[in-house]
Nanobody, 119 residues
């Protein structure tokens, strides 16, 4: 019942910035967290940043000090501000939305948005 719409990917030079967004089609009364994952060619998908309903955030070591995750627009939209981008950040970035309800847990993925960083 929930769809995720991602935007903001693109191609930039090293040292540049991008802002990714992920909009959920509906809100929830359940506990939830939202996160960004990325996957480079030939690599496993890895978590980049996570934010929960209380806006507690966690980051991969590679993202600390450069990336900022946030909830916007009444917590229906998640954003990832990426600064000082490096070629190693090149990957497909995916939005993940998990809801922890009383009787069920739900997991939703976005379609992905490409980020390319050139040196």
């Amino acid at each position: 019942q929930v769809q995720l719409v991602e935007s903001g990917g693109g191609s930039v030079q090293a040292g540049g910035s991008l802002r990714l967004s992920c909009a959920a089609s509906k809100a929830t009364i359940c506990r939830f967290d939202m996160s960004w994952y990325r996957q480079a060619p030939g690599k496993e998908r890895e978590v980049v940043a996570v934010i929960d309903r209380a806006q507690k955030t966690t980051y991969a070591d590679s993202a600390k000090g450069r990336f900022t995750i946030s909830l916007d627009n009444g917590k229906n939209t998640m954003s990832l501000q990426m600064n000082n981008l490096r070629p190693e950040d090149t990957a497909m970035y995916f939005c993940r939305y998990r809801r922890y309800c009383t009787f069920d847990t739900y997991n939703h993925w976005g379609q992905g948005t490409q980020v390319t960083v050139s040196s």
